[in-house]
C-alpha cells in the first residue's frame, strides 16, 4: 500500500479522531468503519464514528454500534467530531458529496484526511489515499491496512465481525467476480479470532420487518418490467410506495438484484423517486457496463455495479433509460 509509511507515523502518538462514511451506508460501509473504529480504540486513539445519516437496522448488530453517532440526530456534535479532529478518514466513498449536509465539515477542517476506497475516479479532496478498485471491498481494504501496518495480531473478534459482514455483503455472501483468493485467506483469519459465520448471516438476512417483505412481494408484482429485447428488467418504484409500506433505511438494498437474477437477463435497474430526484442503481453481467450507462446519468462506480440520479420526472428517466437501452442493444444481446 503507498503511503503506508505515512499513516504509520500518523497513528504513531494519540490522535483524535473521526471515522465517516457515505449517506445511507450499506454493510461495507459500516463494517469498514466499526472494524477500522475498534482497531484505532485498541491503539490507544480517540475516536469517533459519524454516519451521515440513519441506516438500515439489520446493520445494527454490529460491535460497536452504540458509538456511532447518527449525524442528523445531534449535528452539533457530529460537526464538532470532525472539526475537532486531527485525522478525518473517510470510508467507502470517494467524493465529498456523498456526505449531503456534513460536506462542508469534513472539506473544512484542517484535519489530515485519509481515503480508503474501492469505487473509481476519486474526487482527490484527500490528503492520503488508498484506492483500489480491484478490491472487493473497503473491509477488505481496511483489513490489508491493519496487515500493512504490522497489527495483523491485533485483529480481534470486535474487528472481524464487522469486517467479516462488509466484505460479505460486498462480495453478494462471496458469489461476486470481485471474490478473490485473498477474500477467502482474509475470511479465513478473521473467522479463525472468532467470527461465528451463522449468526452474522443471520443477523443481516433473516431479521426483516414483515413490511420489508410485503413491500418486495409489491416491487415484484407490481413494479417490475421486464424487456427481453434489451435483455434487461427494471424496478420503478413511485414515492407512494414508501409511504405505503412504510419503506425505512436500508430496505430497498438488494432489490436490484432481483432483476438481474432473472434468466437472460443482463442489466438489472432500480429507479426510486427520492425527495426531489431520481436515484438508478445498475448491475450487470458479461459485457454490459454498469459505469457506462451510470455517467448518463451523473453518477458512476464498478463495472458491473454502479449508481446515478437525474433530476427529472420518473417519466423522463424512464424515457432516457429506454433510449440509453436502445443505443446499447448490440451490447445487451450480447
Known amino acids: 500500500m503507498d503511503h503506508i509509511n505515512e ?22 460501509a459500516i463494517g469498514s468503519a466499526l472494524g477500522l473504529y475498534h482497531y484505532l480504540v485498541k491503539k490507544g486513539h480517540s475516536v469517533t464514528v459519524v454516519s451521515p445519516t440513519d441506516y438500515a437496522d439489520h446493520l445494527k448488530w454490529m460491535p460497536g454500534t452504540p458509538k456511532v453517532l447518527i449525524g442528523p440526530n445531534d449535528p452539533d456534535r457530529a460537526k464538532w467530531a470532525f472539526d475537532g479532529a486531527d485525522l478525518i478518514f473517510c470510508l467507502d466513498f470517494n467524493a465529498l458529496y456523498r456526505l449531503q449536509d456534513f460536506e462542508a465539515s469534513v472539506k473544512d477542517s ?28 473497503t473491509a477488505e481494504m481496511v483489513y490489508r491496512m491493519i496487515d500493512a501496518l504490522g497489527d495483523k495480531e491485533l485483529v480481534d473478534k470486535d474487528m472481524a465481525e464487522p469486517l467479516y459482514a462488509g466484505i460479505m455483503t460486498d462480495t453478494g455472501s462471496f458469489r461476486f467476480t470481485n471474490t478473490s483468493a485473498e477474500v477467502h485467506r482474509i475470511v479465513s483469519h478473521l473467522i479463525d479470532v472468532g467470527v461465528e459465520v451463522h449468526p452474522v448471516h443471520e443477523a443481516i438476512f433473516s431479521s426483516f420487518r414483515p413490511e420489508r417483505l410485503k413491500f418486495l412481494g409489491h416491487c415484484l408484482l407490481n413494479c417490475l418490467t421486464i424487456l427481453p429485447e434489451y435483455k434487461t428488467a427494471y424496478i420503478k418504484l413511485e414515492k407512494e410506495v414508501f409511504k ?35 436515484k438508478m442503481s445498475f448491475r450487470s453481467r458479461g459485457e454490459v457496463s454498469s459505469s457506462d450507462l451510470a455517467k448518463e446519468f451523473d453518477g458512476g462506480g464498478h463495472f458491473y455495479a454502479a449508481g446515478g440520479k437525474s433530476k427529472s420526472s420518473m417519466e423522463e428517466a424512464e424515457q432516457k433509460l429506454l433510449a440509453s437501452l436502445e443505443a446499447r442493444k448490440a451490447v445487451l444481446e450480447s
Open 7 to 28: 499513516l504509520k507515523d500518523l497513528l504513531s502518538f494519540p490522535q483524535r479522531i473521526a471515522i465517516t462514511m457515505h449517506q445511507k451506508p450499506d454493510g461495507d
Open 244 to 278: 405505503e409500506f412504510n419503506v425505512k433505511s436500508g430496505e430497498t438494498e438488494g432489490l436490484v438484484n432481483y432483476a438481474l437474477s432473472i434468466k437472460d437477463i443482463n442489466l438489472g435497474v432500480l429507479m426510486t423517486a427520492q425527495d426531489d430526484i431520481i
Open 110 to 137: 484542517a484535519a489530515t484526511k485519509i481515503m480508503i476506497d474501492h469505487h473509481p475516479d476519486p474526487a482527490g479532496f484527500e490528503d492520503i489515499g488508498f484506492l483500489d478498485t480491484t478490491a472487493s471491498s
